[in-house]
């Protein structure tokens, strides 16, 4: 952190125009991250609070701070105009950026109607799925693929409507991914030349 401080002081000091250093976009994310860090530090130091390890709820007040922190992970995000490899996979996605609103869009139309189905289904059969949102979220699990295990259908008619959910769950993320890939193809091709 002490870097981060100094690095800052010395541009602050020796930068022509204050405004002209704060154009940067990314920087203007990284400074109030990194004062943030500063200011937990010198909370750190100055009253004995650990910030981190709040196990009474006594400081609530410096929840802010430990949000403000999570934010450090905005400075990878530097790295990618550094890569070309990356600004490809960048411009296809944002290339496929209508593709990918109508598969999000088909996702929650899917998750609503299937978990509901779900629902009425499982709910006399097995406690577990307990409300539409509970189904909901095994809905998601199943389309993805991700099958955590912490909800599964115990009936028939629920196991036969899992099947096909999962399989109409493979064709979902299938035939998006076709369109992206041809997407990051043209991308690449073109940025090749």
Same mark, same amino acid.
């Given at each position: 952190?002490?870097?981060?401080t100094?690095?800052?002081?010395?541009?602050?000091v020796?930068?022509?125009s204050?405004?002209?250093l704060?154009?940067?976009?990314?920087?203007c994310?990284g400074?109030p991250?990194?004062?943030?860090?500063?200011?937990?530090? =010198?909370?750190?130091?100055v009253g004995? !609070?650990?910030?981190?390890?709040?196990?009474? +709820?006594?400081?609530?007040? %410096?929840?802010v701070?430990?949000v403000c922190?999570?934010?450090?992970?905005?400075r990878?995000f530097?790295?990618i105009?550094?890569s070309?490899d990356?600004?490809i996979?960048?411009k296809?996605?944002?290339n496929?950026?209508?593709?990918?609103?109508?598969?999000?869009?088909?996702?929650?139309?899917?998750?609503i109607?299937?978990?509901?189905?779900m629902f009425?289904?499982?709910s006399?059969?097995?406690?577990?799925?307990?409300? =539409?949102?509970?189904?909901c979220?095994w !809905?998601?699990?199943?389309?993805t693929t991700? +099958?955590?295990g912490?909800? %599964?259908?115990e009936?028939?008619?629920?196991?036969?409507?899992?099947?096909?959910?999962?399989t109409?769950?493979i064709?979902?993320?299938?035939?998006?991914?076709t369109?992206?890939?041809?997407?990051?193809?043209f991308v690449y091709?073109?940025?090749?030349?």
């Open positions: 952190m002490g870097f981060f100094t690095d800052f002081l010395v541009r602050l020796t930068w022509p204050f405004s002209r704060l154009e940067k976009h990314i920087q994310i400074y991250i990194n004062l943030a860090i500063l200011c937990g530090l =010198i909370a750190n130091g004995n !609070v650990d910030i981190d390890n709040d196990e009474l +709820g006594e400081n609530q007040h %410096y929840v701070l430990r922190r999570i934010f450090r992970i905005v990878i530097k790295f105009r550094h070309r990356l600004l996979i960048m296809a996605v944002s496929a950026k209508r593709e990918l609103i109508l598969l999000v869009c088909l996702l929650f139309i899917f998750v109607t299937f978990g509901s189905i009425y289904i499982e006399s059969y097995n406690k577990n799925f307990s409300s =539409i949102m509970r189904s979220w !809905v998601i699990v199943t389309i991700v +099958g955590y912490d909800l %599964y259908p009936s028939v008619g629920g196991q036969l409507f899992g099947g096909f959910v999962l109409l769950g064709v979902f993320l299938a035939l998006p991914m369109i992206i890939v041809s997407k990051f193809s091709e073109r940025e090749k030349m």
